[in-house]
């Protein structure tokens, strides 16, 4: 068989475009083989177990000769000062002299306890009010040294509310292991808890009171050289980003 005169005349307007595509293809195969060196960030564990962790497999096969040092605080770490490419937290924490991706719209959040410590009163709280009555396990911030007060928000009724407890810790891992202990109501994100809700060991109070948090962001300073390993992660952050439109501690 042979092409017709159109035929011929069509594959010969379209060759230099197909070679041009085939040439391009072989450059972006041939940077991901050649993309090398040490990519350091900075994120709290929340931000690490929902939206670096996922994507760490994926992306060392794809960057072979990339190393990745994390490193997982509660504190806001300074980026420049410490050396670090770049960082991920809310993104209403993002100075302004750095880029910022947004990697989720809102993080989702939940008041949680243990059956055992709620089967110690006769029903589960029905308002906020209801909370002055519990032994709730507070948060503080690393940087600030302050409190956090749990959002709540439910029609027009909008307040931040400092709850009484036993213990104040600066992990959300250890307020997590605290609830399951029995010791109190803990205010998590609801990505920390998922499978402790599924398998009935916490209990969620006053969902409806509960309103999400600010979303999270991978950020980098504006006026630093970005090395070719940090630019390959920015934009496997943002490719898988597109793939997976869907959202993901704590620090002020």
Not at 84 to 92: K, T
Not at 97 to 122: C, H, K, N, Q, W
Not at 125 to 131: E, K
Request: charged share 20%; aromatic share 8%.
């Amino acid at each position: 068989m042979s092409p017709t005169e159109a035929g011929t005349r069509l594959l010969a307007t379209l060759q230099p475009a197909l070679r041009g595509i085939e040439a391009e293809l072989q450059g972006l195969q041939d940077m991901r083989s050649h993309v090398a060196g040490t990519i350091r960030l900075t994120t709290v564990q929340v931000a690490y177990d929902m939206l670096i962790r996922p994507r760490l497999s994926g992306f060392v096969a794809r960057y072979p000769h990339v190393s990745m040092e994390v490193s997982v605080n509660d504190g806001l770490t300074d980026v420049i000062s410490a050396s670090f490419d770049g960082g991920i937290r809310f993104g209403s924490l993002v100075e302004k002299d750095m880029v910022a991706v947004g990697l989720s719209s809102t993080s989702p959040a939940a008041i949680v306890g243990s059956p055992g410590y709620l089967a110690s009163f006769e029903s589960l709280p029905s308002t906020p009010a209801d909370l002055q009555s519990h032994r709730c396990i507070n948060y503080r911030f690393a940087t600030s040294g302050r409190i956090f007060r749990w959002p709540l928000e439910k029609d027009n009724a909008r307040f931040e509310f400092r709850g009484d407890g036993p213990l104040v810790l600066d992990s959300g891992e250890a307020i997590r292991a605290a609830a399951l202990d029995g010791l109190g109501l803990a205010f998590l994100f609801e990505s920390q808890v998922t499978g402790d809700l599924a398998a009935g060991t916490l209990v969620k109070v006053l969902p409806d009171w509960v309103r999400s948090l600010p979303g999270f962001s991978l950020f980098y300073p504006s006026r630093r050289q970005v090395s070719p390993a940090f630019r390959a992660w920015i934009d496997y952050v943002k490719e898988s980003k597109s793939d997976h439109s869907s959202p993901a501690g704590l620090e002020v």
